[in-house]
């Protein structure tokens, strides 16, 4: 299992005084945090790591949305479409970037490890030019 958003917001303060010249922090998290089917408390985590992330840094800061699952049933995928939403939406709000995933990912296969939630090789590198498109629009 992958990190949580509430262990990215505890971890983050320590890793952003390692340097103190970020221009930028990206933010990829909260795909294992849909799997407990707490939407509100998720929602209220994110807050919680975007302002962590305020506090500690005058980094710009790019949230890169979550992917959607292939084949791993309709729940996950719906929960996983609600928080790209609403965090869509949050960052618009908030002045934060956000890289959206969403149809880059959605019925691709090809993108995709077996287990259908993890990106393949050429998924990584879909997901590494989605934020490379961001960044550049600084």
């Known amino acids: 299992m992958g990190a949580r958003v509430l262990d990215v917001a505890r971890r983050l303060p320590s890793a952003l005084k390692q340097r103190d010249d970020f221009g930028t922090v990206v933010l990829h998290v909260g795909a294992v945090d849909t799997f407990a089917r707490r939407s509100e408390i998720l929602k209220e985590h994110y807050r919680s790591l ?3 992330a305020r506090k500690k840094t005058s980094a710009r800061l790019v949230v890169s949305g979550p992917l959607p699952t292939f084949r791993r049933g ?3 995928y719906s929960r996983l479409f609600c928080l790209h939403s609403w965090l869509r939406d949050t960052c618009s709000s908030a002045g934060v970037d956000y890289v959206d995933n969403w ?3 959605r019925e ?15 998924g990584s590198a879909v997901l590494s030019r989605n ?8």
């Open 103 to 105: 149809e880059s990912f």
């Open 108 to 122: 691709r296969p090809s993108l995709y490890r077996r287990d259908g939630l993890h990106p393949s090789r050429l």
């Open 74 to 76: 309709c729940e996950s």
């Open 50 to 52: 975007l302002d962590t």
């Open 131 to 138: 934020i490379e498109d961001v960044l550049r629009r600084a």
